[in-house]
């Protein structure tokens, strides 16, 4: 009898052990909650003092506190001072920590060491967020949340133009926030995942009050099925040029209702006089700039010169620029570089060369544009997200289908608006992909004759 028990008790610590080993692989959040996160807050608590003080993250204490300890605790050695911790929170991907810093450290001393405090607790990843003047948010990921994208809960989004499009390393959403980034500029090579960004980013588009406007100058693979939803749509370079005619055209109208009302801001506005939020989706900003023949030279320049207006001053009469490109750089052309400039908004997926990640993030981090460059391929939709001010962190966005966002824009189609300006370019809505004949090659192909005739 004791050796039946003794092989149900080794059977199910064997079970066990294989659970959590399979948990570990396929559902990482369930092995976190049960193995991992105990585990490191366990060594959190105990090795956080001599953590702190290995990675020069302590300090001499004041003198205050010097005399302190000398006289009331009696002792004659005063340890250094390590930041305090505030407060400490768990959730399924990891737990956060904040931090208030002693003087004589800053935000940019915690950064540093953030590696090495990965290591030592034995964590995926660890983030450092400024989130007030002396305060510091540590965020640890227990595993590559990356690997599989699950996009966390958004309870309540903070503007009427915000958009959860990816999810942060840190498990948090990366949202995109058009009031607060007006432009963006996304760069990509092939098969990297730009493409299921965009589809992310029209799809969360679609159920809010805003007009989309498509520029797609590869005849539209790419938009062409979401054109339930447009506003507007051009498909060749000379559609594009009056495209954008007539967006500079309702930018200067807007203007001139501001004007009339004295504000400076579209949302200053009273909402039954505000004009609807539109949104302009470039695919290929490429093709705006590269021409084949001299003729079209002054075609392209004043595609240039319309989208620089818009990039410096459509901002503030709600209408909002989102380029992508597969590369960017100043050979493009005259205006590539100021364009480039007005462009706040960065994201880089994998690119076959170093200069377009230079392009892309170089004025924002080194370290950015380093990782975008160490992307490897087998993992695309991930990308490195940043913005002028500086602050920058790797994203990846869940996979969709185009036929998931064909449907949102179709299920969301009445909330397309109608704009004046763009009613030329107003996509036809009863014309489908699928709804045009099949092409007849007889007809073209010449009857033919022995080679003796």
Same mark, same amino acid.
């Given at each position: ?159 009427? *133009? #915000?958009?959860? /499009? =990816?999810?942060?390393?840190?498990? @948090? %959403?990366?949202?995109?926030?058009? $009031? ?100 302009? *989706? #470039?695919?290929? /900003? =490429?093709?705006?700039?590269?021409? @084949? %023949?001299?003729?079209?030279?002054? $075609? ?105 966002? =064909? ?5 969301? %189609? ?40």
């Amino acid at each position: 009898m004791s050796d039946l028990i003794t092989a149900v008790e080794v059977s199910g610590a064997l079970a066990a052990a294989g659970g959590l080993g399979y948990a570990k692989v396929r559902a990482p959040r369930v092995w976190w909650s049960l193995v991992g996160l105990p585990v490191v807050r366990v060594r959190f608590a105990v090795t956080y003092r001599a953590t702190m003080d290995v990675c020069g993250l302590t300090v001499q204490p004041s003198r205050v506190r010097a005399f302190m300890v000398r006289t009331v605790a009696r002792r004659s050695d005063v340890l250094p001072v390590p930041p305090q911790v505030r407060r400490v929170r768990y959730s399924s991907t990891g737990l956060r920590v904040t931090l208030r810093l002693p003087a004589g450290l800053e935000p940019a001393d915690v950064s540093a060491a953030s590696a090495r405090l990965r290591h030592a607790w034995g964590v995926y990843s660890v983030a450092v967020v400024e989130s007030k003047p002396g305060f510091v948010e540590l965020r640890m990921t227990g595993y590559d949340v990356l690997r599989r994208v699950r996009m966390p809960r958004v309870r309540k989004l903070a503007g009427p *133009l #915000v958009v959860p /499009v =990816a999810l942060r390393e840190d498990g @948090s %959403a990366f949202v995109r926030d058009y $009031r607060a980034v007006p432009h963006a500029l996304t760069l990509g090579a092939n098969q990297s995942g730009k493409s299921m960004y965009q589809r992310n980013l029209i799809k969360g588009l679609a159920s809010l009050d805003v007009a989309l406007v498509g520029i797609d100058c590869k005849r539209g693979v790419e938009q062409g099925r979401f054109t339930s939803r447009f506003s507007g749509f051009a498909t060749t370079p000379d559609e594009a040029s009056g495209l954008l005619d007539a967006l500079v055209g309702e930018m200067e109208s807007r203007f001139d209702l501001l004007s009339l009302h004295q504000v400076s801001d579209l949302w200053d506005l009273p909402a039954s006089l505000r004009p609807v939020p539109l949104v302009v *989706l #470039v695919d290929e /900003v =490429a093709e705006l700039f590269l021409t @084949s %023949a001299k003729k079209d030279e002054e $075609r392209r320049d004043r595609m240039v010169m319309q989208m620089v207006r818009l990039a410096q001053m459509a901002r503030a009469v709600g209408i909002y620029l989102e380029v992508c490109g597969q590369r960017f750089g100043s050979e493009l052309g005259r205006g590539a570089t100021m364009l480039r400039a007005q462009l706040t908004g960065r994201v880089v997926h994998r690119v076959n060369d170093r200069q377009t990640a230079e392009m892309g993030l170089g004025d924002i981090s080194s370290e950015a544009m380093m990782a975008a460059c160490s992307i490897p391929p087998d993992r695309p939709g991930i990308a490195v997200a940043g913005d002028t001010s500086g602050g920058w962190s790797r994203i990846r966005t869940p996979e969709i289908t185009a036929d998931d966002t =064909a449907a949102a824009c179709r299920k969301f %189609a009445h909330l397309t608006p109608n704009i004046a300006a763009l009613a030329p370019y107003r996509p036809n809505p009863s014309i489908r992909v699928g709804d045009f004949p099949a092409f007849d090659f007889t007809t073209t192909l010449a009857t033919p004759r022995a080679a003796t005739e």
